[in-house]
């Protein structure tokens, strides 16, 4: 499954990117460069969307420097049919991907695939995959005991948890009840989007008790118990957002007492109040995220939210407006001012990600191809363009290792 591809001049010219990484390093990189300065910088992970040139060819790793904000050039991991969100296994060399597809293995389903990590190089070995139980999964998690793989599917409008080996293979979905599958019901007001259930996002809580999902087709995040150890969820409870707002991500706070979702059709982000004991979500605050006055917003949406390590900023970004929005958290109440939108210099920020250390976010250019470097200032939470952007095929996830 995995050849030591590069993105090379002829590769990097189709996309139209020349330039945007020094010409003498394409194409000449030794075979060691992942491993050359590991002891100073950190693996990333780049998942994309598959096809004809320009789409991607699966899985791409780079190394990133957060002492000065470089990315090397990516090369390509593993082969993976549009591996469209990763996870990281909390203490173990494994990666998590869903396969966002209709057809695996011949079934109208998609499929989470498990991969282990090379840490000498970031390379990837396919170790088996299992079916998500519906089509189209879009998100995928691993709860923090590293003992279970949730995953959302979008097309499917259902909820799966799969069982972790110790050598980091997954079992299948437990049948029964509880089980390892959950379909969710109903639909909302939206007749194009929300037609019917359309999991967006899984995310297990701090504590690992619950299983928290973004359900977009009907307007609810839903709540189920999660017990890791038998990879079994059930139905917990359900809190709405607005009708045709879409809830698409999610994220906790630090603090582990407020969360926050994106809304990925009418383009605002809910703050939550959530009791950890009785895993219950309370909204308490809807703010845009974009500024005021734009008054076209004819192909916006949302799509990925994220805390800063401190807990003092809060960021989500915007297709179509092409930016991040940017918050700052008021530490007592969660609750979030918004501070502006900043241009990503590329187009469909679908996702990005905050490098561990707080000092830098990388943010995936669908349609640009690329993934642009912001700094992040420390007092305020506002983002600064490095000027870099470095060349990925259609990047649609990116985790830091």
Known sequence: MQRNHRLNRRAIARLGLTGLIASAAIGSLPEGLLAADADTTRLV????????????????????????????????????RNPSYLALHPSKPLLYAV?????????????????????ATGLLTKLNHQSSGGSGPCAVSVDPSGQAV??????GGSSVCLGIEPDGRLRPAV???????????????????????????????????FAVVCDLGIDKILVHALDAGKATI??????????????????????????????????????????????ALEPVQTLATIPAGITDRSGFSTAEIAVHPSGKFVYGSNRGHDSIAMYSVDAPTGRLTFLGAEPI?????????????????????QDSHGVSLFSIDQSTGK????GRTVPVPAPVCITFR
């Open 45 to 80: 992970y780049f998942g994309t969307y598959t096809g004809a040139p320009p789409q991607g060819e699966g899985i791409y790793v780079a190394r990133f420097n957060a002492a000065d904000g470089t990315l090397s050039e990516p090369q390509l991991a593993a082969e993976l």
């Open 175 to 209: 049948a029964g009840t509880p089980a390892g599958f959950i379909q969710h019901e109903g639909k909302s007001v939206n007749a194009a989007r929300q037609e019917g259930p359309h999991g967006h996002s899984i995310d297990a809580s701090p504590d690992g008790r």
């Open 99 to 119: 396969s966002e597809v209709a057809d695996a293995d011949g079934k109208p389903t998609g499929s989470v695939v498990a991969l282990a990590i090379d840490p």
């Open 150 to 155: 949730l995953a959302a599917n979008y097309g």
């Open 383 to 386: 983002l600064s363009f490095t």
């Open 345 to 365: 210099r590329g187009k469909t920020p679908r996702n990005f990600a905050i490098d561990p250390s707080g000092k830098w976010l990388l943010a995936a250019g």
């Open 234 to 279: 059930r139905p917990h409870g359900a809190t709405a957002v607005a009708a045709g707002a879409g809830p698409r991500h999610f994220a906790f706070h630090p603090d582990g007492r407020h969360a926050y979702c994106i809304n990925e059709l009418d383009l605002t982000v809910t703050v939550f109040d959530f009791d950890a004991q009785a895993g």
